[in-house]
């Protein structure tokens, strides 16, 4: 395991989880967010994050947080594993309010881009799962069928996980 892509809903663990595994594989982590966020919470243009991600990926080995299917193309063909953080949407909303509580008034999710919860961001997180997982899970297995998946739902499983490694 050398190349790993971590998905999940916002709040899932990803960034954490991310920072973790890249410690004990001892290679570079990229949080997708840092590369797509302008500051401000302006988005990068498509061609910039694309770009990055290319630059990103052409190293041996890496630890990737972050969905943003519009780029899967790039990540895909280098990922030996994929790592899908299936939490309860009362985690991710759990985890994602004291996230903006630790992090208040600093700029952790991305240069110049402010933790913050708004309305919009409650829901986006309340529907994830129903708009977004079965979709991402079905890209996952129809685009790197021969990449090892593994799939993680609790802190439980996540921490076996991380001790296999």
């Known amino acids: 395991m050398r190349r790993v892509l971590i998905f999940g809903c916002s709040g899932s663990g990803k960034s954490t989880l991310a920072r973790r595994l890249a410690a004990r594989l001892n290679v570079p982590v990229t949080h997708l967010d840092h590369l797509y966020w302008r500051p401000g919470w302006v988005e990068a243009p498509l061609a910039d994050f694309r770009a990055a991600q290319a630059a990103a990926v052409q190293t041996d080995g890496w630890v990737i947080d972050g969905n943003y299917s519009k780029t899967l193309d ?66 996952i297995a129809a685009e790197a069928p021969t990449t090892r998946q593994v799939l993680l739902s609790s802190p439980r499983e996540v921490e076996a996980f991380l001790r296999s490694v």
């Open 74 to 139: 790039i990540r895909f063909p280098l990922a030996d594993t994929v790592v899908f953080l299936d939490v309860s949407r009362w985690t991710s909303l759990r985890r994602a309010l004291l996230r903006t509580l630790r992090e208040r008034g600093r700029d952790t999710q991305a240069p110049g881009c402010v933790s913050k919860v708004d309305l919009e961001f409650v829901r986006w997180i309340w529907g994830w799962r129903a708009s977004h997982r079965s979709r991402l899970l079905g890209r």
